[in-house]
């Protein structure tokens, strides 16, 4: 006899993302590289992670700003910690064999304001950059709204970025290149230790207790557990920062993620008569190559549409996928505000809360640490946007 979480299992839709995952698989591995085929995997694998761990930035930072319960923000600390621990070496050039760059990106106004945009973006659209392409995987219909806005102002972005490039800024530095890596490493632990106990602190002052991070599955069958049940966060934080590895030694550069949704708006852009080609931003360089190649050609896109079918896939089997046709007008609303502002704010910080914040600061990137604050100062202007438009209740004091 089947049991209870077996038959919540959507197997018409378990066997359409399965097939869909193995032809273009087959497909990618045939007609574009193996590498290529190697990183879609990967992103199937991250999609799996994200859906069944609920592993999230904007949900995560909206319970600390509102309520002070820290335990989404320790884990994502924690992540960072584990992915430096696995980066640094092979970005200090330990393994010579391995050829992987770090994300490094300017440093200055254009990171300033993104980022900060991008903050506000995540509260009003519901989702992060990996939130977004999971939780569309798994059937949320108005995170599809968001994702079309998140692709029309990743693609504003990236026609206005040469002028906010020309505002005050530095060129980009990577601690690893300046101190060496473990020096840089043992630096970057000890902030992030010093950041992990200051959370924890303000949790249990605001809560008086503390909620640990799960680590073990509950009781009961583990290949249950496994396929149908909901994953502790420290098995998102361990899968992700081994995915995470995997990307950087396979792609040669560390996860990122909305590189592709600005290209995706530019090849539209292009197919309606629109010349990106004649953009600063498209006009050389890997942008330009990308612009006129298959778009399953570029190693981000391939990993996005990995992780939405790896998250279709995993929420069929664990019975969770559930689309929401109906939407309200405020919904829509901050669906779109939302997509706007994390696609422009995305590209003028070079990345998001995955390419810019845990890419920058887990390889050794000075921006990455000045996007972690101009976004999170954007997260809690969010919030009371979000409050102000009585999608939330009023914080309490």
């Known amino acids: 006899m089947k049991s209870a979480a077996a038959q919540l299992t959507d197997?018409?839709?378990?066997?359409?993302?399965?097939?869909?995952i193995l032809g273009i698989a087959l497909?990618?591995?045939q007609s574009i590289a193996g590498l290529q085929f190697l990183t879609f995997l990967i992103g199937?694998?991250?999609?799996?992670?994200?859906?069944?761990?609920?592993?999230?930035?904007?949900?995560?930072?909206?319970?600390?700003?509102?309520?002070?319960?820290?335990?989404?923000?320790?884990?994502?600390?924690l992540l960072l910690g584990l992915t430096s621990l696995l980066f640094f070496p092979v970005l200090g050039q330990v393994f010579p064999s391995i050829q992987?760059?770090?994300?490094?990106?300017?440093v200055g106004t254009s990171v300033i304001v993104g980022a900060f945009l991008f903050g506000v973006g995540m509260q009003l659209g519901g989702g992060c950059g990996s939130g977004t392409l999971y939780t569309m995987g798994q059937g949320q219909v108005d995170m599809l709204i968001t994702l079309t806005f998140f692709i029309i102002g990743a693609t504003m972005g990236s026609a206005h970025l040469h002028w906010w490039l020309s505002l005050p800024g530095y060129e980009s530095l990577s601690v690893i290149e300046h101190f060496g890596w473990w020096q840089a490493l043992l630096l970057q632990l000890?902030?992030?230790?010093?950041?992990?106990?200051?959370?924890?602190?303000?949790?249990?002052?605001?809560?008086?207790?503390l909620n640990s991070i799960e680590w073990k599955l509950p009781p009961g069958n583990f290949m249950q557990g496994l396929i149908h049940g909901q994953w502790p966060l420290?098995?998102?934080?361990?899968?992700?920062?081994?995915?995470?590895?995997?990307?950087?030694?396979?792609?040669?550069?560390?996860?990122?993620?909305?590189?592709?949704?600005?290209?995706?708006?530019?090849?539209?852009?292009?197919?309606?008569?629109?010349?990106?080609?004649?953009?600063?931003?498209?006009?050389?360089?890997?942008?330009?190559?990308?612009l006129n190649s298959?778009?399953?050609?570029?190693?981000?896109?391939?990993?996005?549409?990995?992780?939405i079918l790896g998250a279709l896939l995993a929420a069929a089997l664990a019975g969770k996928f559930a689309?929401?046709?109906?939407l309200s007008r405020t919904r829509i609303f901050t669906a779109v505000v939302g997509g706007l502002l994390l696609g422009y704010g995305a590209r003028l910080s070079f990345g998001c809360n995955i390419g810019a914040l845990v890419g920058g600061i887990s390889s050794g990137s000075l921006h990455g640490w000045l996007w972690l604050v101009a976004g999170f100062c954007g997260g809690i202007a969010g919030v009371y946007v979000r409050i102000w438009l009585k999608v939330d209740k009023p914080m309490r004091t």
């Open 44 to 77: 199937v694998g991250l999609g799996i992670t994200l859906m069944h761990a609920a592993f999230g930035f904007s949900g995560s930072w909206r319970t600390f700003i509102r309520e002070r319960d820290g335990r989404g923000i320790r884990a994502q600390l």
């Open 27 to 29: 497909y990618v591995q």
């Open 11 to 20: 197997q018409p839709v378990v066997l359409m993302a399965s097939l869909t």
């Open 234 to 290: 420290l098995w998102g934080v361990i899968g992700l920062a081994l995915l995470n590895l995997m990307t950087l030694i396979v792609a040669g550069h560390p996860w990122s993620i909305t590189y592709a949704f600005g290209l995706w708006g530019a090849k539209l852009w292009s197919v309606v008569g629109g010349d990106p080609g004649s953009w600063v931003y498209w006009s050389s360089g890997y942008p330009a190559q990308s």
């Open 323 to 326: 689309p929401a046709m109906k």
């Open 294 to 307: 298959s778009v399953l050609a570029d190693a981000t896109s391939v990993m996005d549409f990995g992780i």
């Open 190 to 209: 000890v902030l992030l230790a010093a950041l992990y106990v200051s959370v924890r602190s303000v949790d249990i002052r605001r809560n008086g207790k």
């Open 100 to 106: 992987a760059s770090s994300a490094l990106a300017p």
